[in-house]
């Protein structure tokens, strides 16, 4: 944000004057979110990056599959029974599909596992996934009005999504972005490659700024 908290301006300002700009950040599911952010708020969010995302509906079976957590009723007895119990077992194959080809970095071994196989998390997390499909069927044709910068990164090994089907995609549909590809990487990217995933950062700024002092 380049901009404070209304808290922090004088109250006699006109509120029309409170201009804020962000630059956004989304990963996986949340690279989603940003976009439908930017495409609501475009005075708002002045550049994007878009790491790992998934932005066009496809077969999911998986997705499906981790939706069942949701549902009315069956859902709340899944996420308080079966569901925490299916998380444990499967955790460590979880973990090496989504950072795979890379190892787990020690860092995230602080991670609060527990907390993430708590029924009402289970619970919310597949809302999340009930979602995904139908949320990237809603903006699939909306991208080409984001006209603000754009980088696009994503893990050429993601083993979750197809970045040729997605990220690539999505490049071709948002004529002004740029699209890194990051080789021997998988989903995980803000954890295997933050440096680079900082270089994109840094690039969407420096293109909202020149923008901006442009205007």
């Known amino acids: 944000m380049d901009a404070g908290c209304p808290g ?3 109250q006699a300002r006109p509120r029309a004057a ?28 002045r ?11 496809t077969l999911r079976p998986d997705v499906v599959a981790l939706a069942a957590p949701s549902l009315p009723l069956v859902g709340d007895i899944l996420s308080h029974t079966l569901s925490p119990l299916l998380s444990r077992a499967i955790w460590p194959l979880m973990m090496a ?14 991670f609060p596992k527990e907390m993430a196989l708590r029924p009402s998390q289970i619970r919310a997390s597949a809302a999340e996934s009930a979602l995904m499909i139908p949320d990237a069927f809603i903006l699939r044709n909306q991208y080409a009005d984001l006209k603000m910068p754009v980088v696009i990164i994503a893990g050429e090994q993601d083993k979750l999504i197809d970045i040729h089907t997605q990220s690539a995609r999505l490049h071709s549909d948002v004529t002004q972005s740029k699209f890194h590809r990051l080789a021997a990487n998988g989903h995980m990217i803000q954890q295997t490659a933050t440096d680079q995933v900082m270089s994109a950062i840094r690039e969407v700024a420096g293109q909202s700024t020149e923008l901006a002092a442009a205007e």
């Open 18 to 45: 409170w201009r804020f700009h962000a630059t956004v950040l989304g990963h996986s599911w949340g690279a989603s979110v940003a976009v439908a952010m930017a495409l609501k708020y475009p005075s708002l969010v």
């Open 97 to 110: 599909k989504i950072f795979g080809p890379r190892s787990v970095p020690k860092k995230f071994e602080a």
């Open 47 to 57: 550049g994007l990056i878009l790491a790992s995302g998934y932005y066009y509906p």
């Open 8 to 10: 922090g301006i004088d």
